[in-house]
């Protein structure tokens, strides 16, 4: 299927004179052999080319007018859903949207509008100075706020280790029908793992007659090795007139 | 049984092997103790290599004891121990003796009491009183019947005499051996001879008494010159021996050879002999080849003879380099490691030899030296000549006036060629060839040495070969005859310009004058002889000279002309000048002819010192150390044997090199001639001349026109060669021949004396000094002047300065029909290398004031000296130089340099100018320009650079060290802190610009009011106003102890760690009173007004990622390794580049500010955002580390310089810089890495620093700079340094606008430029070119009250806005960005992504189809081909940007539209 292309002139609302940007939108219909249950293939539009300052907000202001929209995915590539990473910097953004409309009916009526050729106005919300700004002030949260959320996260660590081991003597008991689930469980360890050092092999090198002409030849040969090595070596100096002192 | 019936060995090793089989067994040991130390235990270990048998051990026990006066007392083994040994002997062919061969047994003492002596009273002697007994077995093999007794006797030593007896069972026999004794501390070995040799004991080492003759063997009682504890100790030994039955091959080298070479490989050599011969067609034909091809041959021959016989070894692809050495190979092999450095210093000594040697056909030159010679010799005679030959202008700058005595001109005797050509040793790119003219003693009278006669003389004799070749100029085959040119004022030769094909080979044929028999004698021109008399000389000099000193009232003219006169001041360089004329030139030809007979590989290595000398400047301008010179050094070294005539060259450049370094000429100089009491002493030559080396003839000074100060530039750069020639790490070869070494790279601190004249009133200041001077320097005395005054200078630095040196003046030519032309240098430079350690110390140290010297002192500085009571008590003379900050302390050698010339030669203070601070202002803030009014009262001035922040650094560094101090005793952590590192340049003394401290303040309308939900007491900035000050966050990172308690999965380990840095902050904030700000991923502290952001590194946290990683699905991988990166990068390489790089900084006080003058200049040219910071330090520690061919900078300026000459000269492409941290890396290591990076180049980034912490990769130059944009760098390096140079080295050096070229980049190059507002660029007032006022918003405040809210930190509005463009756009585009102060961000357009594309789903951002235009009619119709929407991208900029961005420029449009 063909890829139809949306005109959509972004607009910065807080500057003096209105700057406007012109990007053209590739959609089309949401495909792929494997389907996410999140990502219905009846009800999803892909579309490609969003600029970077473009929120879900953004899209999801776009498509409205061709219905409810019940989920938008923006993402920097195409392919897998990726989870929201907890990335210090990362956040907003990406080129490509999954638009997860309510029902397949307003997905055509979506694609219609593409077709429509007609530009479609979007506010672009706060970029710039004011956007960093905002950004500087979320991140400096009151310690209580950043305690709690803290403790949260590590809170449902600890119940999740809790459970762990109970899981797991779950497992080893039979069940009814008196099977035991066996699994390959790998040492926890806290703190980096120094390797063990392997103790040095002990062996007399020069002990047989034969080892002692070995290693002689082998240093001859080693000796012409270089050898060989090194006129290679001025060989390509030559080549780039590296010999030339003034 | 016996020995002789062993079966014989292999004779035709010329050896004969037998195997012998020994049994031998131990009984008891009689030990004698003195003192109070008794052991308990005693035991008997065999040891053979790795073989070592041990008896179980027995008990001493005592039969008499004396108390402290000792012991005595046997330790029998029962059974008695015994060990059988197989042993071979050898034996060589037709002796009747077997080769020593040594076996050992140890007694030792394994009592585990600790027992005390006189001698250590702490120490166990578990391990202490071992005892070797040696045996030697080849004795017992002869006896025939088994079983005997041996006694041993070890010599006593200080503490311990030791007897031994072993028994065998057949006839009593004395064994010849060897004991040794252990002893840790009092235990001297010692070494005794039982039998025969009791001289030997008086070898005994440390031994504290008289030797005494050996007692006899049954004497073991106490011996009477025993003084310290002694120990007996007796040993019985049985040894049998039993015939034994194998043939024992003996595999040694030769025998290799003898057994193989003999046809059985000869298969093998035939196949090599292919293979090279291949090779050899390759276009490749070095001498090993021809060798190695020549053995071939020869094997290849006995093929049909020895055929495919025995199989020596497997063949294998790599049979060549299995293949049975041959004894030439083997000695070529040796030889290149005994003879040479390394195979690929011979082989690239090689090569540059045939590089710069001309090339040997000389037919056509030959032709036209003989009929040069012809010309020459059939020239006419005149009578007496009085006007000079049309077209020629008289070529020397004395009045012909007054000369007495009248010319007639003849052809010369003889016409010689001297010099380099005939011996081989000219180098390419100046090929001269000397004739020597003979002057015809008709020419020349009686006393024509005298008042520069012959001078006159031999110019007019030049001038009328002159006259006469140009018109037989094309007779003679000269193209031209360029000129009639001095190296010096009265040094005259003719110089004509041969073309022999290409331009390269171009000869220049230099006529000098020569006359052996001259009608005076010589002896009459040795140094302490006048001969310029200054009546009829100084009328003959340029009139505004001898007014200088003419003037002087003590300037009597005497009338003693033409007689001798011995109180007239000696006239050294005039008579040396006239004697080098006297057959010099001959004389040296054949000195260094039968040298170079003797030493053939001599003419290369005088090639080769040539080139050495030739990329220093060492040759080159007037009194150079010329080719000849080296070649007359090379002789003498022979003469001394100090030169072997089988070295190598390579091997005799290291012997010139350490002759010359380790020369002192300047005080006891050498003469190649004969100790001759005839000849003057090598001390009248000194009191004249500065450095001496005399000739074979005893009386001419070779060096005579070598100034001293060149000459210790010689000696300084000669040990510097040698410690990188030495140092097997670094390159020697491109250090030593092919890095061009220019005299402002060279030298730390360059001054300027300009204009020459003022160091002419050097002549004024005494008469007595200053007439002998002119007359001696005809109309050029300054080199002369300049030699007087470096003592001087010398003097007044003391330990200041390394090597002090002028630079050398330029020699003049002139065409033979102009005006001679007078070496016009408008400046005199002078270069000084300085010692860190010392340079920089505002004290000058003076004796106490009531000493003798103190009024020497006060006379030698002048009104600088003035006493000064110090804080030990005592009162010394002094003086003290301005030096408040350390950026003025770097001029303090200038200021003293300056001062002295003002007070010794009345040089004007401002006709000195340095380059001391030049480059200052470019690293001083702005709030330091308002004060440097503060100086203006002093005199030196112009000598006083700005402040250039090192305070503020080390007030970081001491606020830091504070902090630590609280981080570290902070009471109720969960878990300690156990490491606290730095992260920030800050911390290694390397930021651009220090920050200061932050006052408490900040513009209220600058500051945004905080939302009501969060509720902390930061302050956050406005979007509205400008931006507030910028306080920068200092990276720390902090280590805690290991527990066990973590948890192991990454959301919850980041938990851990905001929970830890909001506790921390608690903590901070009750227990230390700091204001504290956490955040999720760091916690920042204010102390004293900088902000220390501190993280915590949990080494497990990464290698949980590194898990992770390796088990995700590929869409999570590349977020996942970009944090990974982060990470290791912030937490763990940049706290340990931080200590290192701190370390460095600390070593050489120039580091750091070398380091920040290097990263102003790359983000002067917008590159801040692609080379790092570490990056560019790592480059300039590199400087530092590895600085060949220089020795480490001691200025910034020198190491801006250098950086820049680093990142032009590198070869990029086929070398990696390694950057030798701390010396971790070893010579294998950095082969490996070399090796490395030879293959796998095309993967490696462009800019490849390999560091003992990265070694096959280079992350702090990937993956930016990209190549483009590197090599853009490395052009405007090499064109900075051009210009930075020139500016340096010019005298009217702070007038220049250093700024100009070398910090403004050209921005003509960039395709937009996206201009920001100043409002919103936070560091606009640390732009290169900033106006005054903006200095305001960046002034320290003294009063500093107690900050109640943590200010904005690290917000800055540009870099995030890079950032975003970057992270956007860098498929596009490439930015360019300053962050010191830049106003805008230029943007250049990637021309590949603009190539039409058809539309893929990866690409289809801010793309638009192609309008239908020419090139898509081509195509077909149904594929719309897409290009980037420039005009979007454009406006996206804006938006991006709203608020900062003012405008964008368009200078050019990007590639695809404009075609």
């Known amino acids: ?246 | 049984m016996s020995a002789q019936k062993a079966i014989a060995g292999v004779r035709r090793l010329g050896k004969e092997a037998y195997q012998f089989q020994f049994t031998s067994e131990f009984e008891y040991i009689a030990l004698e103790c003195k003192g109070t130390w008794r052991p308990t235990l005693l035991k008997a270990v065999w040891f053979r290599n790795h073989r070592k048998v041990e008896s179980i051990p027995v008990k001493w026990v005592t039969s008499e004891d004396r108390g402290p006066n000792g012991a005595s007392g046997k330790a029998k083994f029962k059974p008695s121990f015994s060990v059988g040994l197989v042993v071979t002997l050898y034996k060589g062919k037709g002796r009747d003796r077997f080769e020593e061969k040594e076996y050992k047994y140890y007694i030792q003492d394994v009592s585990v009491t600790i027992v005390t002596c006189q001698q250590c009273p702490n120490s166990a002697h578990r391990k202490d009183l071992s005892l070797t007994v040696p045996l030697s077995l080849p004795l017992h093999s002869r006896s025939s019947s088994p079983g005997r007794e041996l006694r041993h006797k070890a010599s006593p030593d200080t503490t311990t005499s030791s007897e031994a007896a072993s028994k065998s069972t057949g006839k009593p026999k004395k064994d010849k051996g060897r004991k040794k004794l252990f002893g840790r501390k009092h235990c001297a070995s010692i070494e005794s001879s039982l039998d025969h040799h009791p001289e030997e004991q008086q070898r005994v080492p440390l031994s504290p008494t008289p030797p005494s003759p050996l007692p006899t063997i049954t004497d073991s009682s106490h011996r009477p010159w025993e003084e310290m504890n002694s120990m007996v100790k007796k040993l019985q030994e049985t040894v049998t021996k039993l015939e034994n039955e194998h043939k024992i091959i003996h595999a040694s080298m030769e025998g290799l050879e003898e057994e193989v070479g003999r046809g059985e490989t000869a298969a093998e050599l035939a196949e090599d002999g292919v293979e090279i011969e291949d090779e050899v067609e390759n276009g490749r034909s070095t001498e090993e080849e021809k060798e190695v091809e020549g053995e071939a041959g020869e094997g290849g021959g006995d093929v049909s003879v020895g055929g495919g016989g025995g199989g020596g070894w497997k063949k294998t692809h790599i049979a060549g380099l299995y293949q049975p050495p041959t004894h030439d190979e083997l000695r070529t092999l040796k030889e290149t490691q005994n003879l040479y450095q390394s195979n690929l210093m011979r082989l690239q000594m090689a090569e540059l030899l045939s590089e710069v040697k001309p090339s040997l056909s000389r037919g056509r030159l030959e032709d036209i030296l003989s009929s040069l010679r012809t010309t020459l010799m059939s020239l006419p005679s005149t009578s007496t000549v009085d006007s000079l030959p049309p077209k020629v202008h008289y070529p020397i700058n004395l009045d012909p006036s007054s000369v007495k005595g009248k010319f007639v001109f003849h052809p010369p005797l003889a016409v010689k060629v001297v010099g380099s050509y005939l011996l081989k040793t000219a180098i390419k790119p100046d090929l001269n060839i000397d004739l020597a003219l003979q002057i015809p003693p008709e020419c020349l009278q009686a006393k024509d040495h005298l008042n520069y006669r012959y001078l006159h003389k031999r110019a007019l004799y030049l001038s009328h070969v002159a006259a006469s070749l140009r018109r037989k100029k094309a007779a003679c085959g000269l193209q031209k005859i360029s000129s009639l040119g001095p190296q010096q004022f009265i040094i005259t030769r003719l110089h004509c310009t041969v073309f022999t094909g290409r331009a390269e080979s171009r000869y220049t044929i230099r006529l000098h004058t020569t006359v052996p028999e001259a009608p005076w004698k010589p002896v009459k021109l040795v140094p302490d002889r006048n001969n310029l008399r200054p009546q009829r000389s100084l009328c003959q000099l340029p009139p505004d000279l001898v007014s200088l000193v003419a003037g002087s009232p003590d300037c009597e003219l005497r009338s003693c002309d033409e007689s001798e006169c011995t109180d007239l001041p000696p006239t050294p360089h005039y008579n040396s000048l006239v004697l080098s004329d006297m057959g010099g030139m001959e004389r040296h030809l054949s000195d260094v002819y039968a040298a170079q007979q003797e030493c053939p590989a001599m003419a290369d290595t005088v090639v080769l010192l040539r080139v050495w000398a030739r990329q220093r400047g060492l040759s080159q301008g007037y009194g150079g150390f010329a080719g000849f010179h080296f070649s007359l050094l090379l002789a003498l070294l022979l003469t001394q044997r100090k030169i072997s005539p089988l070295m190598s060259s390579y091997q005799i450049l290291k012997v010139a090199l350490q002759a010359i370094a380790s020369s002192d000429w300047s005080t006891s100089g050498v003469s190649m001639a004969a100790p001759d009491p005839s000849l003057p002493s090598l001390s009248s030559f000194h009191s004249h001349h500065s450095v001496v080396f005399l000739d074979s003839s005893g009386l001419l000074n070779l060096l005579s026109h070598l100034s001293l100060s060149r000459y210790l530039w010689l000696r300084h750069e000669a040990a510097v060669g040698l410690t990188f020639l030495d140092d097997t790490a670094t390159d020697g070869f491109t250090a030593l021949f092919m890095t061009p070494v220019s005299f402002e790279l060279k030298f730390d601190l360059l001054l300027h004396i300009s204009p020459v004249s003022v160091l002419h009133s050097y002549l004024t200041r005494d008469a007595n000094e200053g007439t002998p001077l002119l007359l001696d320097g005809g109309c050029w005395p300054l080199p002369l002047i300049m030699e007087k005054l470096l003592p001087v200078l010398n003097k007044g630095l003391g330990k200041r300065v390394k090597l002090l040196t002028f630079r050398p003046f330029q020699s003049t030519q002139w065409l033979v029909s102009k005006e001679p032309v007078l070496p016009c240098d408008s400046h005199v430079t002078v270069g000084v290398v300085l010692d860190s350690d010392h340079a920089f110390s505002v004290l000058d140290m003076g004796p106490a004031a009531d000493s003798k010297q103190a009024g020497e002192f006060r006379v030698f500085w002048g009104e600088r000296s003035e006493l000064r009571r110090f804080q030990d008590g005592s009162i010394n003379e002094a003086v003290v130089w301005t030096g408040g900050s350390v950026g003025e302390r770097r001029g303090v050698v200038a200021q003293i340099i300056t001062h002295l010339l003002h007070r010794h030669v009345g040089v004007p203070v401002e006709s000195v100018t340095s380059s001391a601070g030049a480059l200052s202002p470019l690293l001083s803030l702005p709030l330091y320009s308002n004060n440097c009014d503060r100086d203006t009262s002093t005199n030196q001035h112009s000598l006083v650079p700005l402040a250039t922040g090192e305070e503020e650094g080390k007030k970081i560094e001491d606020e830091f060290g504070e902090l630590s101090k609280q981080l570290r005793g902070l009471k109720g952590l969960p878990l300690a802190i156990t490491s606290i590192q730095g992260a920030s340049p800050e911390f290694r003394h390397c930021s651009v610009f220090p920050p200061l401290a932050w006052n408490g303040r900040t513009p209220r309308k600058t500051l945004a009011e905080p939302s009501p939900e969060n509720q902390s007491d930061c302050l956050y900035p406005s979007c509205d106003s400008a931006t507030p000050p910028f306080v920068p966050a200092l990276e720390v990172v902090l280590q805690l102890e290991g527990s066990g308690k973590w948890p192991s999965e990454l959301t919850a380990i980041s938990s851990v760690k905001t929970a830890f840095y909001t506790y921390l902050s608690r903590t901070l904030s009750d227990q230390c009173q700091l204001l504290c700000s956490p955040t999720k991923h760091h916690l920042d502290v204010l102390k004293s007004g900088y902000v220390f952001r501190l993280r915590i590194h949990y080494p497990r946290e990464l290698s949980i990622l590194r898990e992770t990683i390796s088990a995700a699905q590929s869409h999570e991988v590349s977020g996942l390794r970009k944090t990974l990166a982060t990470m290791q990068r912030q937490l763990v390489d940049r706290p340990l580049l931080t200590s290192i790089l701190h370390g460095l900084s600390l070593q050489y006080s120039a580091f750091g500010v070398g380091a920040r003058l290097c990263k102003r200049w790359i983000a002067a040219h917008l590159m801040t955002n692609h080379l790092g910071d570490e990056a560019i330090e790592l480059m300039v520690a590199r400087l530092f580390l590895q600085p060949h061919p220089f020795t480490q900078p001691c200025s910034p300026e020198t190491v801006l310089l250098r950086f820049l000459f680093l990142l032009s000269i590198h070869e990029w492409e086929t070398e990696p810089l390694i950057v030798n941290l701390n010396n971790e890396l070893s010579v294998s290591e950095m082969a490996a890495i070399r090796s490395m990076f030879t293959s796998q180049r095309s993967q490696l980034p462009p800019c490849f620093i390999a560091t003992p912490l990265h070694r096959d990769s280079s992350p702090l130059t990937s993956p930016s700079p990209s190549f483009p944009v590197f090599h853009r760098l490395c052009l405007l390096a090499k064109e900075s340094l051009g210009v930075l140079s020139g500016q340096l080295i010019s005298p009217d050096l702070p007038t220049a606008d250093i700024k100009a070229q070398v910090f403004r980049t050209p921005l003509t190059g960039y395709n937009v430029l996206i201009h920001l507002t100043k409002k919103h660029v936070p560091l606009a007032a640390l732009a290169v070119d900033v106006a005054v006022e903006t200095g305001s918003s960046h002034t320290r405040n003294s009063s500093q009250k107690d900050p109640t809210h943590f200010p904005v930190t690290d917000f800055n509005s540009v870099e995030k806005y890079l950032a975003e463009l970057e992270r956007a756009y860098s498929e596009f585009c490439l930015f360019f960005y300053d962050k010191y102060g830049g106003r805008c961000i230029a943007v250049v357009w990637k021309p590949q992504a603009f190539s039409p594309q058809p539309f893929k789903v990866m690409q289809a951002f801010c793309k638009t189809k192609t309008a239908p235009g020419k090139g898509s009619k081509k195509k077909k119709k149904s594929e719309c081909l897409f290009v980037p929407d420039a005009e979007a991208i454009l406006a996206d900029f804006q938006l991006m940007g709203q608020g900062l961005v003012t405008s964008l420029e368009i200078i050019s449009e990007p590639p695809a539209l404009c075609s």
Request: some cysteine; aromatic content about 10%.
């Open chain 1, 1 to 246: 299927m063909e890829f139809l292309s949306l005109q959509v002139d972004f607009f910065g609302s807080t500057t003096d004179n209105e700057i406007v940007s012109t990007h053209t939108i590739f959609c089309k219909k949401h495909t792929v052999r494997r389907e996410d249950p999140t990502t219905p293939s009846d009800r999803t539009l892909f579309s490609l080319g969003w600029p970077p300052y473009c929120s879900g907000n953004q899209v999801e202001a776009v498509f409205s007018r061709a219905g409810y929209v019940s989920g938008t995915f923006l993402q920097e590539n195409a392919g897998q859903l990726v989870k929201k990473a907890d990335a210090e910097g990362g956040g907003q953004g990406g080129r490509v949207a999954y638009v997860v409309f309510s029902q397949p009916e307003e997905l055509d009526r979506a694609l219609g509008l593409c077709g429509g050729g007609e530009a479609v106005r979007c506010d672009i919300g706060t970029t710039g100075v004011r956007k960093w700004c905002e950004d500087y002030a979320s991140r400096r949260l009151n310690s209580t706020a950043l305690d709690t959320a803290a403790n949260l996260v590590v809170g449902q660590y600890d119940n999740c280790a809790a459970y762990q081991p109970k899981a797991r003597k779950r497992l080893s008991q039979p069940d009814s029908d008196g099977w035991v689930t066996v699994t390959s469980r790998r040492p926890q360890s806290n703190g980096p793992q120094n390797p063990r050092k392997k103790k040095k092999e002990k062996k007399l090198t020069n002990f047989y007659l034969f080892q002692q002409r070995e290693s002689k030849r082998e240093a001859v040969a080693e000796l012409r090795r270089k050898f060989l090595k090194d006129k290679e070596r001025v060989a390509q100096l030559r080549t780039q007139r590296r010999f030339r002192p003034f």
